[in-house]
């Protein structure tokens, strides 16, 4: 039987409001369990505010000052509900479960909305969705420890929640990511990810597309096909080949060690993708965690970010645009971080202190152990 075949979801509400999905294997408990908390307050609504030297839009969320901080898992609000406490899911287990930010950075918003225009002064709602993803209910567990059954879950969660989020006529990106470890600045320490649906495509995204739209113009190809092509015909940096998937250190790698991870066949997100390529993910993913924490035998601090082709826009903005994980770490050695500092944060001209080729050779062997 298929993994997806496996999964059940149940829709829930929170004494709030906000939305609960649980994604379960079909030996779960029926979801029944009401919020057993009395919340009242709406979830805090932002402004997106226009910075004409950039032309980027900055979302200003100051109610998110008063978000829970590194909590013990005795307060911690991404475990059960059990033993006393009361936490954002009722259930006193879950597989796998995906709610509304209590705290968004951008939030669904209320009545019409349109995008304001781009000049100086121009501020409006933060528009958008924020969710929370818990990848399992253990506190002390982690992505990388997850089997191919459980990985496979998280993964129907993200193509569950994609297609969601897309539906929205105001959202233009959906980003799934992961942030692990107090290095890089997470506020939870139970295993968790989010998704952001912008209502407005972020500056990474819309340079990408910028320069895949003039590599096309030029070349009558596409930009990440191609890069994809010639860095597994050079095959220095790169990490793994399996049937569905390839990963590799880009060549020119901002962080210490850095990871993108794309599918053969080019899809633009995680909707596109069929039940083999989901099923290889499921395995290849964790491992590949697994590899990076046993570079240094020790927990890495790291990013990992699932880029989509944007939503709602032109029709023509998703050529040649394909989904793919790009997977990074502040950690350049034991004990040593690579911060990002005057060139970096000023300039945005980034300085790395290990050669890709040296990471990727490093990787392998980490892989190979895996």
């Known amino acids: 039987m298929r993994a997806e075949a496996m999964m059940r979801r149940t829709a829930r509400t929170l004494s ?72 954002e899911i009722p259930d006193a287990q879950y597989d796998v479960v995906v709610f509304e930010n209590r705290f968004p950075s951008l939030r669904d918003p209320e009545g019409d909305w349109s995008r304001p225009t781009a000049e100086w002064g121009a501020v409006a709602p933060a528009a958008g969705r924020c969710e929370v993803v818990c990848f399992s209910d253990d506190h002390n567990g982690a992505f990388k420890l997850l089997s191919p059954a459980a990985a496979r879950l998280a993964i129907d969660a993200w193509v569950d929640r994609t297609a969601a989020m897309a539906a ?56 990440i096909a191609d890069v994809v092509a010639k860095e597994l015909a050079d095959g220095r940096r790169v990490i793994f080949e399996a049937e569905h998937w390839v990963a590799f250190v880009p060549i020119a790698a901002r962080w210490p060690y850095e990871v993108q991870v794309h599918p053969r066949r080019g899809v633009h997100d995680f909707t596109e993708l069929n039940d083999a390529e989901k099923d290889e ?22 990013v990992a970010a699932w880029f989509q082709a944007p939503f709602n826009g032109p029709e023509d903005e998703r050529i040649g645009i394909t989904m793919h994980l790009q997977l990074q770490t502040t950690r350049r050695a034991p004990g040593k971080l690579k911060f990002p500092a005057g060139s970096e944060m000023a300039m945005w001209a980034y300085i790395s202190d290990v050669p890709a080729e040296q990471s990727a050779e490093q990787l392998r062997t980490a892989w190979e152990r895996a």
Request: aromatic share 10%; hydrophobic share 35%.
């Open 281 to 302: 993910l499921a395995v290849l993913y964790p491992r590949l965690l697994r590899a990076l924490d046993g570079l240094f035998d020790l927990q890495m601090p790291y």
């Open 16 to 87: 709030d409001g906000r939305e609960i999905i649980y994604f379960d294997h079909d030996d779960a408990p029926t979801r029944t369990v009401d919020d057993q908390r009395s919340l009242t307050d709406k979830a805090g609504l932002g402004e997106l505010r226009y910075d004409p030297f950039t032309g980027e839009w900055i979302a200003v969320a100051g109610h998110r000052q008063t978000r829970i901080f590194l909590p013990s898992a005795a307060e911690c609000p991404l475990c059960p509900s059990r033993d006393g406490l009361l936490s």
């Open 168 to 223: 929205l006529p105001y959202i233009r990106q959906v980003f799934p990511f992961e942030n692990r470890g107090e290095e890089i600045g997470v506020t939870l320490h139970h295993p968790h990810g989010q998704i952001y649906g912008y209502s407005y495509v972020p500056p990474r995204m819309a340079k990408l597309m910028e320069l895949a739209v003039a590599y096309r113009t030029q070349h009558h190809r596409h930009l």
